[in-house]
T-cell receptor, first 118, second 111 residues
Framework: GAGVSQSPSNKVTEKGKDVELRCDPISGHTALYWYRQSLGQGLEFLIYFQGNSAPDKSGLPSDRFSAERTGGSVSTLTIQRTQQEDSAVYLC????????????????FGQGTRLTVV | QKEVEQDPGPLSVPEGAIVSLNCTYS??????FMWYRQYSRKGPELLMYTYSSGNKEDGRFTAQVDKSSKYISLFIRDSQPSDSATYLCAMMGDYGQNFVFGPGTRLSVLP
């Protein structure tokens, strides 16, 4: 597709349930990021994938959060046993080749998944 | 102290005004400085970027970086209602893989 695609666009779940959020990056982009954006807050880094390297998981807030990227393309962010404080917009972004100069490394964002835990 | 600080606003200005948006940061290793614009219920999109210190102009937008003061600015001239959005600054080091974002400033340009 032409841009980063995220699904679902909205998700309402009950506290304690598991959820999966999906990100389809731009074809050929080697880097993929997940961010969380709470109301009135900036983008909180969660996890970063680059090619075949081990992901940078330093931003994951707890062991209830995990993510994988299959075949260097699609990524899934999983939140287990959701809590109300997990309610936020989860944004995915992809980049072509980090470190090659900013013109080649612009991050393109999806429209996000708005997660509401009730 | 957060790595990147930004006044969250909201900031309301009349159409045609000059808008000044600012961020301060603490990490002297940052070399790439970006401004993203985020419309309501959309993902952020890159507006402008600069490398190291200096100014960059693109139409009605001017980005300034003062590394000695660890201070960056985005100026919007002749602001339009279509400029109403949240503006996020973002920064990255020379060899960094990751961006650090400010919390964003919500701007409303009133017709």
């Amino acid at each position: 597709g032409a841009g980063v695609s995220q699904s679902p666009s909205n998700k309402v779940t009950e506290k304690g349930k598991d959820v999966e959020l999906r990100c389809d990056p731009i074809s050929g982009h080697t880097a993929l990021y997940w961010y969380r954006q709470s109301l009135g807050q900036g983008l909180e880094f969660l996890i970063y994938f680059q090619g075949n390297s081990a992901p940078d998981k330093s931003g994951l807030p707890s062991d209830r959060f995990s993510a994988e990227r299959t075949g260097g393309s699609v990524s899934t962010l999983t939140i287990q046993r959701t809590q109300q404080e997990d309610s936020a917009v989860y944004l995915c972004a992809s980049r072509f080749l980090p470190g090659a100069g900013i013109r080649d490394t612009e991050a393109f964002f999806g429209q996000g998944t708005r997660l509401t835990v009730v | 102290q957060k790595e990147v600080e930004q006044d969250p606003g909201p900031l309301s200005v009349p159409e045609g005004a000059i808008v000044s948006l600012n961020c301060t940061y603490s990490n002297s290793a940052f070399q790439y400085f970006m401004w993203y614009r985020q419309y309501s219920r959309k993902g952020p999109e890159l507006l402008m970027y600069t490398y190291s210190s200096g100014n960059k102009e693109d139409g009605r937008f001017t980005a300034q970086v003062d590394k000695s003061s660890k201070y960056i600015s985005l100026f919007i001239r002749d602001s339009q209602p279509s400029d109403s959005a949240t503006y996020l600054c973002a920064m990255m080091g020379d060899y960094g893989q990751n961006f650090v974002f400010g919390p964003g400033t919500r701007l409303s340009v009133l017709p």
